[in-house]
């Protein structure tokens, strides 16, 4: 056997062909597999010492095959144990006069084995013993390196071998050489880290734990006075302990932060002081860290971090002479920097990091030095973490220095400045907003001038900032956003494609009357740059990153210009459309997967306005879509590095399935007509289709609950495609027996608000059509919905509860703003999987409106009394409540007022307390006034519309949201307007509450549906307020004809409204056009389009 199994490991090695090369491994994994296994160990073992040209290959194949389970292994299929123990002496002896540190790696693995069962190998641990003693300094550090390995297991398996690791570590830990105390170090802390057990009790105590990690610490000091690789890894092997176990080290801190301080202040390399920083932010885990280490934490981040946020000159000189912001790796220091202040603000919070900020702004602004300025943006850039705490006071403090930055002379400190405010504008809107006056101005002066590197800057950070800005802002500021767009198309690619992402953003916010003009002007430009980047499509044969980025922003920008005016683009939109086609064939043959998807997007939109001239070019995209679904991603391997497995053949494929499954529900949701000659087709591939991961089994079944909608647009049968898809979906959640194709797992929230978010499609669709066509077995789908909701929110609320209880520590001993944000994921995809939840069960009642029958209105009502009495004490239970009060708005809006009021008999009581428990939470204060507002409104109820209480609190949040500023809280805001409304009617209000009531109204800016019913409301009741006409008309004039103008006129459904605004407004047209000269130019603007000047 010896000589061939030399021969076809130099096979193995360097194979002449892949033929070869798969006939070599087919012969060793049969050799491999003779049992018993005697005569290969002993050959194996004997090429890796006798033969040095197959000796490295050899080791690595007999290490991997040792760890192997049970008689998978070689070693496991010895006649006997001794025969084992011999082979592996002769390594240590070959070792011994050789140190390998492969050949330690297999010594390490059969030594884990014997552990496993029960064998013991004295011989390594003599070993161990005698080459410690050796002079050579690469054999003690083999010794070493050998117990390190074996640490790996837990402190309780390697306490079963009778060996002194401690003392023999200990005694490694002093070694002068840094190779052999750097894996001392490394084994130190692998038994720190496997030192608990099972019920996580430790089992060397705590307190020689921490001197063992200080003794650790000291050594790397002494190792800095000759500093080398090895400082760096024994820094490494000391992270770990602090990521994974700073809490079994906590008595440490003030060692571990007198250590890193002296590292950051001394001359040492930038690689240290990096780790140092990732020390610093690994003490973030422990629970007492803010609470007993306040000062030291801050005292730290002023005289360590903060400095290490200042840039080298080399990195200065980098920038002035290249134009170009360094990369990650140049900038390590400063990005670790950064990290631990983001992270220092999402775990620590904001009492802790946000007055540190400040504070380094106030000192930057003091100076002229511009590398103090950089440290200071890139501060002000971290506190994107603190978004959920910053109230508005806290935004516009970091708003006005930044705008005093973009205002600097130096080049650097304003392309900082303006990367800081495109990452703050993403997170802080519309708190960041308020400042518009300043920012807008400030950012196009820079976009004009130049400097095209700041250009481009600035360019980016006014998409941000503008993005979402209200229709009256946008409106104000057209001309400058104009300007800033031609600038830009005349210049860079990159700015160019800023040109058209801000063009695309103000497509989405202004009305299409204003529109009309601008596209006029810019889209003969756009046209023209289309047409020359498909002449380079076509030419070269492959995209640079910034082609893609250009075609991206290009596409976008036609199919959203098109779908606001769609008149405009009826002579052109085959060219577009042929032209899309294009790149998405290009960008699925490239695998350029993010231009594929949002190409494919971008011909959703156009379908809605030019569905017939798409018709047939959206018959090669359908082609696509069939070829990526029906591709095989797997197969079943048979070599030596994926012996029996199935991998993944072709990654590029599982992406691009991802985005089709994506794309191919949403052409369903938009335009099924378009695919319903394609229904046979599509159902059998979707139905068979077998996802590889989460990612598509998720997006499989969206697909799976969208075909019932593609069903009924193809004139199908929809109750006989219902039965037998049904029973594919239901099926995933509750498999029947021997069932092998459960593509649904539901083991984490994620996968929770995936399946409901899907389900929705599937439950709206189903009772749609039951309105038109009734399924005779209607009733028992029925209660398979229930079936299914249920189960999705049981396994919702169980792997919370498990995720909540692997934190419960945390739980106890932080802080609520610690605590919070070390759950905010979890939360975020819990809230969304509530969400959808509560929206399913409202489709009940939102479908059947004032028909819903009563047995399934007393079953909705039940979900909604568990949810909404799981009270606000624990924030699962605040989202169970939001989306019960959800659920009750919606009864109170469709169903007859007496069921309304029995339903809501038990729910007030919750409502009351919901709406004085939580005075932050301005999400479940907006819902709860929407809810209301739709009860007193249905039921005429006085008694809670004339409730003191209820009172004061709108009161008080309509003082509280403005102060907040963001999004929930301005919703809020409108709803609590709106209550005041229709509760002021029904109690019977006197004339000082309207007045008081119409001022805050005023005020309204979140909300065009609650705006339309204050509207509505003051219109139909307007011969009331006599004595605060002017008031009245003034506030109505503001809120009409303002920012929420182009939504609440074009909405199909406020025709009636419309009308009666109308009346009332030429009634009273000498008030209105005093009021309206006074006003905006927008106003002016929209009362002239209206009909009224």
Known sequence: MQETLHNVLLMIKSPVDKGQSLEAERVFIQMRQISPSDEFVQAIISEIINCPETSQLASVLLRKDIIKSDDESCICRLTNVQTGKQAMTQLLMHISMNPDDQLIQVISSYLHQCLVSNIIFDEALDFINQANASENAKVRRMSVYLVQLICEASVQTIQRLNFDFFGFLQKALVDLEDQVASCAISALCNIILNNRNAEQEPQIPLEIVQQVYIGIIQRISASFSTENKYSVKMMQAALRVLEYAVDDVVETIPTILEFISQIMQSQLSLELKRQAILMFSALFNSKDTKKV??????????????????????????FLNNNIMNDVEQLSLQEAARECLRDAGFILGKQVVFPLVLQLIEQAQAQDDFKIHLAAIQAIQCCEEMKEVLKQVDTDKLSHALLKFIQSAHPMTVSYALVATTTLAAEL?????????????????????????????????????????SYELTYKYQAQLLNAVRVCLSRSMLNQANAMTLMHSMCEIMDPEDLHVILVEIMPQIFEQFGAAMKAILEVKDF???QIVFIESLVQLIANASSAVPELFQRSIEQIAQNIVIIIQRSYQQEEHSLFANTLKALSFLQNDFSTQLAPFLENVYEIFISVLSGDITEHKTDLEHENEIVIKNPHLEVQQRNVLSIMSTYIEKYPQGLAQHFIEIYDVITVFEPINEDQSYSWLHCMCVLLRLAVAANQDYTQVHKTLFHEIYTQFYPEENQSDVRISLTNT???ADAADAFFFYLKYYLQQQILNPDPNYYETENKFFQILGRIQEKLNMNTKIFIQEHAERQDDLGQEEFMSALQQLYTEYSECMEQ?????SQFITVFKGQVPLELLKRVNQIAVNWIEQGTDTTPACYMTLEAIGIYADIAHFVQADYVQNMFESALPWIFQALQNKDDDFALI????????????????????SNTELLNL??????????????????????????????????????????ALVEKCSFMEGDEYEITRVLDFFAKHFNQFTEIKYQVLKMMVNLFFGQFYSKIKNDAENGPFLALI???????IEGIVQIIQNGSDFEKKNSAAFGIL
């Open 293 to 318: 280490h306040r000062t030291a934490i801050q005292q730290f981040m002023s005289a360590c971090i903060f400095p290490g946020l200042v840039p080298t000159d080399e990195e200065v000189n980098d």
């Open 544 to 546: 640079t990153k910034d």
């Open 954 to 995: 709108a009161a008080k949040y309509l003082e509280s949201s403005k102060e907040d500023g963001q999004v929930d809280s301005l919703n809020a805001y409108d709803n609590i307007c709106s209550y005041l409304t229709v509760s002021g009617q029904v109690s019977n209000q006197q004339i000082s509450y309207w007045a």
């Open 1062 to 1068: 109308k009346q009332l407004f030429q009634k009273e």
């Open 750 to 752: 994620k996968q929770c």
């Open 837 to 841: 939840l509560g929206f399913c069960y």
């Open 926 to 945: 907006s819902v709860s006034f929407y809810c209301l507002f739709e009860y007193v409104n249905r039921t005429l109820d006085v008694n809670v519309a």
């Open 429 to 469: 809107l519309p708190q960041l907003q308020k400042q518009h006056k300043l920012f807008v101005p400030a950012l196009c002066q820079i976009i004009n001038g130049q400097n095209e590197k700041l250009s481009t800057d600035a360019s980016a950070a006014l998409i941000n900032f503008s993005s979402g800005l």
